[in-house]
Nanobody, 124 residues
Framework: QVTLVESGGGLVQAGGSLRLSCAASGRTFSSYNMAWFRQAPGKDREFVAG????????AYGDSEKGRFTISRLNTKNMVYLQMNSLETEDSAVYYCAASSTLGTLSLLGEYDYWGQGTQVTVSS
């Protein structure tokens, strides 16, 4: 069982930056793939970024490449999402997710555990 708690969301102007954090419970954190997804009102939840258990592999959604960076610190059971050059289209609730199946990083169905989400609002 893994419990995930996100933080770091807020209101930022377009072009600005935010860093999201996800704190995970459990003693086998490094055995989980981790990811960030987001969901805007009226839209499906979509993949933002993912990272493998030991951090050797990462993946990003097409619109996030070059602007967002996912990282993890296994000694602290933490995952981060650094978001730069934010656009109004990035506004959404951002969710941290954990996968014990170690499958494809970008597939929503691979993830067993989800946080409650943190709101990111980008103003023009």
């Amino acid at each position: 069982q893994v419990t995930l708690v996100e933080s770091g969301g807020g209101l930022v102007q377009a072009g600005g930056s935010l860093r999201l954090s996800c704190a995970a419970s459990g003693r086998t954190f490094s055995s989980y793939n981790m990811a960030w997804f987001r969901q805007a009102p009226g839209k499906d939840r979509e993949f933002v970024a993912g990272i493998s258990g030991l951090g050797g592999s990462t993946a990003y959604g097409d619109s996030e490449k070059g602007r967002f960076t996912i990282s993890r610190l296994n000694t602290k059971n933490m995952v981060y999402l650094q978001m730069n050059s934010l656009e109004t289209e990035d506004s959404a609730v951002y969710y941290c997710a954990a996968s014990s199946t170690l499958g494809t990083l970008s597939l929503l169905g691979e993830y067993d555990y989800w946080g409650q989400g943190t709101q990111v609002t980008v103003s023009s």
